[in-house]
């Protein structure tokens, strides 16, 4: 699967277009307690811990919608879009949500 934030792939011609796919992940209370735990990950203003769960957040949304655009029959997805967004009681949940569009190159 060729994966593209732009809306064509270079030097490939877009044959089909079988519509939008998307992806969704959230990532609940647990995700808060074990960032406060990984504060000690610290190192230069950044957080290991914080930043592997961000990652493994993305990928999930991405496998996501890989797997959608493959029932549609597509092998690129163009025009990816990853959005991150806090979400429930006081914000206690991030929603890492990716969508493109599905084609046939």
Same mark, same amino acid.
């Given at each position: 699967?060729?994966?593209? @934030? ?6 490939? =011609? ?10 969704? =992940? ?33 990928? @999930? ?24 967004? =806090? ?10 949500? =990716?969508?493109? @569009?599905?084609?046939?190159?």
């Amino acid at each position: 699967m060729i994966l593209s @934030t732009t809306p064509q792939i270079e030097g490939r =011609t877009i044959r089909e277009y079988k519509g939008v796919v998307t992806g969704e =992940t959230i990532i609940g209370a647990n995700f808060v307690k074990d960032f406060f735990a990984g504060i000690r990950d610290i190192v230069g203003g950044r957080s290991g811990s914080y930043e592997k769960v961000l990652r493994e957040a993305k990928d @999930t949304s991405m496998e996501e919608m890989i797997h959608r655009a493959e029932e549609l029959g597509a092998n690129a997805i163009v025009g990816i879009d990853i959005d991150y967004e =806090t979400i429930g009681a006081n914000n206690s949940m991030l929603m890492v949500a =990716t969508s493109g @569009t599905a084609v046939v190159i």
